[in-house]
Nanobody
Framework: VQLQASGGGLVQAGGSLRLSCAAS????????MAWFRQAPGKEREFVAT?????????YYADSVKGRFTISRDNAKNTVYLQMNSLKPEDTAVYYC??????????????????WGQGTLVTVSS
C-alpha cells in the first residue's frame, strides 16, 4: 500500500476540515488505517484509527473525541478524517498510516508499517 494525504489548510478556530488519504495497492481493504499528527517540536501522536473489520471499529485520542470522525470507503481506497470544532492546538502535520493483517486497535507509531507524506493543518485563533 502507498498513501497520499490531502485536504490540509488554514482554518479559523471553530471551523472544519476534511482530510483524505488515498491508497494504492490491493491490500487497503484488509488494512487497519489511522491518522497521526505531529506539531512543531513535539513527537508524533495518535489521533484516530479504523479497523478493516466488517463493522469498521473506530478509536480516538481523548483530545479529539467528539470532534473528529474517521471513516473509510473501500470502493475508493480512501480513508477520511472529518475534523470539526477545530482548536489552535490541533495545528500539526497530519499523517495517515496503514497496517495490514489482523484487525485490532493499533495506536502506537511503531504499529504502522506504511505512512503517507503528511498534510499541514493550521488553526488560527
Amino acid at each position: 500500500v502507498q498513501l497520499q494525504a490531502s485536504g490540509g489548510g488554514l482554518v479559523q478556530a471553530g471551523g472544519s476540515l476534511r482530510l483524505s488519504c488515498a491508497a494504492s495497492g490491493r491490500t487497503f481493504s484488509r488494512s487497519n488505517m489511522a491518522w497521526f499528527r505531529q506539531a512543531p517540536g513535539k513527537e508524533r501522536e495518535f489521533v484516530a484509527t479504523i479497523t478493516w473489520s466488517r463493522d469498521g471499529s473506530t478509536y480516538y485520542a481523548d483530545s479529539v473525541k467528539g470532534r473528529f470522525t474517521i471513516s473509510r470507503d473501500n470502493a475508493k481506497n480512501t480513508v477520511y478524517l472529518q475534523m470539526n470544532s477545530l482548536k489552535p492546538e490541533d495545528t500539526a502535520v497530519y499523517y495517515c498510516a496503514a497496517r495490514a493483517g489482523s484487525f485490532a486497535v493499533w495506536r502506537a507509531v511503531d504499529d504502522y508499517t506504511t505512512w503517507g507524506q503528511g498534510t499541514l493543518v493550521t488553526v488560527s485563533s
